[in-house]
């Protein structure tokens, strides 16, 4: 692997989007082609170069390590729509990290703004602190969020992170989320999202979710009233295969969504017994 | 007698609220031109027209604030000063266009493209929640002559039309008589859900008061129990579940039923998710029966703003220009986010007046930045611009298009001249934007 490594100049006034930041960019590329890259701030384009000092030179895609250092809280887009590679960012870093991503691994050492890991496809997103609202979700008007991938957030996030995450267990995609804990309408209109919060969570946890896993070790503000008990639980298995052990309480739902997998049956009024459809709550 | 220094104009279109009445009468002194008296509006809209008239309160020259107050100037000198503050800006904020007509609101997307801009209109502190929803999930809606005509069942959600929409009731939704309605309100039934007992809720046969904030949790149970769920709990969200259950009932059992909801559930908790679950709701209730819904729009024009941008930049409101082609994100590039960001080093406000609804913070970000104003009064964003450019009123000093809240477009009247050198908006924003392109050398 080589390090590409960049360090912010100044804090820029306005909110620099650099969706330039991506291995896939700097690939083939001298650090003097990688300072020329375009950057936008307010409504003028820059160059890369302006904000960072680059050191390093771009090899293959997959070999390429970048490591950003400096307050990157008002830069957005990093890593956008990568696809292999690895970016390291030593510092809090804006809106849109790692957005679009299929391949690769992003490790932020800090705090993320929202729209972190949105509408991810494959990868790694590793965030040491919070992260903002809409972590891992649908952009506005898409039906399909999250497809594949993992997003580790280890403090805590804000609210609708994975709405519209779409998982399949034929297509072996399993996009999850892991938290240390949650704002509101967390896996909202969820379709095979696998959700595990180390902690609490507030309202309308699986709101609209037709199918997927929602995890919560710690407890929910209020759950929502479609939501039924089923019972207890000492063991869960994920949508992956994999398993948690620890007690908990299973919920099948939510039952307001027509196409819910988790049906009742009219005649019998027993919940189907599918994975699909459930939250656990910590007993 | 008909006095002969009174002209009387009828058939005006009303350009206050959402609802769009077209059957105003006003009588004009010839001599002043000053409106002497407004038949068969309701009393906001008829203090609107009386408002046009000439008043320490109404600007009629551009004014430029110079030490502290303000001195006139000429067209001329106003639109070069306000075009340069526009062109030095590198992030100039938009906003407003929701009380002003069509070809004005297109102008202003002319404007922003231009500069590379933010453009918004004042969806984003109102309905921009249900357009969200509506991208997600789609809107069973029609005109308010349908609901006039077939509604048994009207439910006002967190709206309240007895003040927002004074005539809301009597034309289209409960006094009125429709063709399959002969017994006008002993026709319907009127739900009325709000924690406040408004004075709406004070005229509804069935007045379902929840906790504040707590609409999607009620809706959840309401959809739950359409799909034959069995709730556990005596109560949700403040409501008894027995209560709950006369609802589902009524909801079902109507021939023709619609939702009209307002500010009480997009700008609540949890807001565009309100709407989401609403309008899933809506969805659900037409295996059973027919059932619609359409927001209570507030502005006049509003509605006209989200479809002029929507069909000139492919989005609604919130939108960014400053990669030189629109890109859309609330939260990120809607006004209240980006001035609490203090991300906006410019901003050209039009036909609309933030700083009387915005938080205190974004306001106060604002007025740190140049202000240009185009508005006919005195208001407190107004007062506080650099730059006053005095238009002349849409819809009572011009003509234009406005869209009702159900999306129907009506042509607005002109029934009398702008006081001094008032242009209009159209003009006014024409001329920013010949300014804009000669100083860039377009
Ligand atoms: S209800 Fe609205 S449109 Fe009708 S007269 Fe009153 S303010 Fe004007």
Known sequence: MVDIKLKLKKAPEFPLEADVITPDQFAGKSAAQIKKLIVYHGNEEKTLGEFFDVTGNGSEVNDIKIIIDGDLSNVKRIGEKMTGGEIIVNGNVGMHVGSKMSGGKILVNGNADDWAGAMLNGGELEITGNAGNYVGAAYRGYWKGMQNGVIKVKGKIGNEALSWVTGSKPGNRFPTLLCGSAGSFLGVHSHGGTIIVEGDCDRCIGADQVRGTIVVKGKINRILPSFKKIGEVKEIELMNGEKIKGNFIEYSGDHSVEKNHSKIDKKTGNISNSSNGRLYVAA | ?442
């Open chain 2, 1 to 442: 007698m008909a006095d002969k220094n009174i002209r009387t104009v009828t058939d005006v279109i009303c350009p206050f609220c959402g609802t769009l009445c077209d059957d105003l009468e006003v009588d004009i002194d010839n001599k002043e031109e000053k409106i002497v008296e407004v038949r068969n509006g309701c009393q906001i809209g008829t203090k609107k027209y009386f408002s046009s008239n000439p008043s320490v309160h109404r600007y009629d020259k551009p004014l430029i604030k110079d030490n502290g107050s303000y001195k006139a100037i000429s067209w001329d000198e106003a639109i070069d000063k306000a075009a340069d503050i526009l062109i030095k800006a590198k992030r100039p904020l938009l906003y407003g266009f929701s009380s002003t007509e069509c070809d004005a609101q297109g102008k202003g997307v002319e404007l922003a493209e231009l500069l590379g801009g933010i453009l918004d209109n004042t969806a984003s502190v109102c309905h921009g929640p249900s357009l969200l929803a509506i991208q997600d999930v789609g809107a069973p809606t029609s005109t308010l002559g349908e609901y006039k005509n077939r509604a048994d069942l009207v439910v006002f959600w967190g709206s309240n039309p007895v003040h927002a929409h004074p005539r809301h009731l009597g034309r289209y939704s409960d006094f009125i008589r429709g063709y399959f309605r002969k017994d006008g309100s002993n026709d319907r039934f009127i739900v009325v859900v709000d924690p406040r007992n408004t004075h709406t809720a004070q005229l509804a046969d069935m007045y379902i008061q929840l906790n504040p904030s707590e609409d999607y949790e009620l809706i959840n149970a309401i959809r739950a129990m359409l799909r034959g769920v069995e709730l556990e709990g005596d109560e949700i969200s403040g409501v008894p579940k027995k209560i709950i259950i006369e609802l589902v009932n009524a909801l079902k059992s109507c021939n023709y039923g619609v939702i009209f909801f307002g500010m009480g559930l997009t700008q609540t908790l949890s807001h565009h998710r309100n709407i989401d679950a609403a309008i899933c709701l809506v969805r659900e209730l037409n295996d059973h029966t027919k059932f619609l819904l359409t927001p209570m729009r507030g502005h006049y024009n509003v509605a006209g703003a989200n479809q002029v941008f929507t069909w000139q930049t492919g989005y609604s409101y919130s939108i960014d220009f400053s990669r030189g082609y629109p890109r859309y994100n609330p939260g990120e590039f809607s006004s209240v986010d980006l001035l609490m960001r203090d991300e906006i080093d410019a901003s050209l406000i039009v036909a609309s007046d933030p700083a009387s609804n915005f938080p205190a913070a974004a306001v106060k970000n604002m007025f740190k930045y140049p202000l240009i104003s185009i508005e006919p009064h005195h208001t407190p964003t107004s007062v506080n611009a650099d730059i006053i450019l005095p238009p002349a009123i849409a819809g009572i000093e011009c003509e234009g298009t406005a869209y009702r809240m159900d999306s129907v477009p009506l042509r607005l009247r002109k029934v009398k001249d702008a006081p001094g050198d008032c242009l209009t908006d159209k003009e006014i924003l024409e001329r920013l934007v010949e300014a804009v392109k000669k100083k860039k050398g377009e």
